[in-house]
């Protein structure tokens, strides 16, 4: 069984920067595309950034030039490097790991994100 769990958010200032983390288990981390979602109170779950395994990633218009995708294949973590941070950003940021063989989608459970002076 596939787990997936983020960390990483907490409350920042406007401006600040935070990293967040997504581990999966239970499957060969390589084979997972790692797509990062956001869901703000009272608004739909949207997309923050989708990549495909060798493909460049595929950014929001609204954090383009601020958040940065990673990963760590060795460590079965990906990474998203958010700064300049707004309050519309505020949000519950979910992970979610496609496998590229199966197209099944796990997701996490998500990690608060708070921006606010």
């Known amino acids: 069984q596939v787990q997936v769990v983020e960390s990483g958010g907490g409350l920042v200032q406007p401006g600040g920067s935070l990293r967040l983390s997504c581990t999966a288990s239970?499957?060969?981390?390589?084979?997972?595309?790692m797509d990062w979602y956001r869901q703000a109170p009272g608004k739909q779950r949207e997309l923050v950034v989708g990549?495909?395994?060798?493909?460049?990633?595929n950014y929001a218009d609204f954090v383009k030039g601020r958040f940065a995708i990673s990963r760590d294949n060795a460590k079965n973590t990906a990474y998203l490097q958010m700064n300049s941070l707004k309050p519309e950003d505020t949000a519950v940021y979910y992970c979610a790991a496609k496998h590229i063989g199966t197209s099944i989608t796990y997701w996490g459970r998500g990690t608060q994100v708070t921006v606010s002076s």
């Open positions: 990549v495909t395994i060798g493909g460049s990633p």
């Open positions: 239970g499957g060969i981390f390589s084979s997972f595309a």
